[in-house]
């Protein structure tokens, strides 16, 4: 079973998302914190695999501070931001700090789970909202640049969900040279996560 943790300085929040986390098959939430000094403080106990975390937290850092701060403990880590803010600079913020998803608080509990498998997956999840808004800012960016076609490849393949090491094993190559690959394309597309080449290919395909 995948094991998550809720940050979010709100006790309801807290309650709602554990309970809907712990009403799934797949995943068990392990812990919830009000903030992420504690939660760096228990990151080596609990060791999930997903954190769902809110970007105006109280304390030192906020969530987007905190993302920096989690993925340097734990880097296989992925981490979602649940907030009620839409704003461009935070959702770009957080995308750029490594989170690879990012959802509205009201997300119901089917959705939750779906976000939650998706991530498993390799995906990126963002809410509607999200999704639209970050898209509309792509349409405004210049034409795709041109890429190889080793380097198309891999991009429809993160595209698609798979992993580094389902790549390498699909294209007959190493792990190090997709990695190689995907810094390439980072490059080329101006981004800096796979979630934002994610989101940037398929604005251009609309």
Excluded: W
């Amino acid at each position: 079973m995948n094991t998550v943790v809720v940050i979010d300085d709100q006790v309801e929040v807290r309650d709602s998302f554990t309970a809907m986390i712990d009403s799934s098959r797949e995943f068990s939430c392990v812990a919830a914190y009000p903030n992420c000094e504690e939660a760096l403080h228990h990151l080596s106990d609990d060791l999930p695999d997903i954190i769902l975390m809110d970007i105006n937290i109280p304390g030192h850092m906020t969530g987007i501070d905190g993302v920096a701060l989690l993925k340097a403990q734990l880097p296989d880590v992925h981490i979602v931001m649940i907030t009620v803010q839409h704003d461009q600079e935070s959702v770009f913020s957080s995308l750029r700090a490594g989170a690879c998803g990012y959802l509205v608080k009201e997300v119901s509990s089917d959705a939750l789970v779906r976000a939650l498998r998706e991530i498993m997956q390799g995906g990126s999840p963002m809410s509607m909202s999200i999704a639209r808004m970050v898209v509309e800012h792509f349409q405004h960016r210049p034409p795709v640049p041109e890429l190889s076609e080793r380097q198309q490849q891999i991009l429809q393949k993160l595209c698609e969900g798979k992993s580094n090491k389902a790549i390498a094993d699909e294209l007959f190559i190493t792990v190090a040279t997709v990695k190689f690959h995907i810094h390439k394309i980072y490059e080329a597309l101006h981004v800096s996560s796979k979630a934002e080449a994610i989101v940037y290919m398929k604005s251009d395909r609309l």
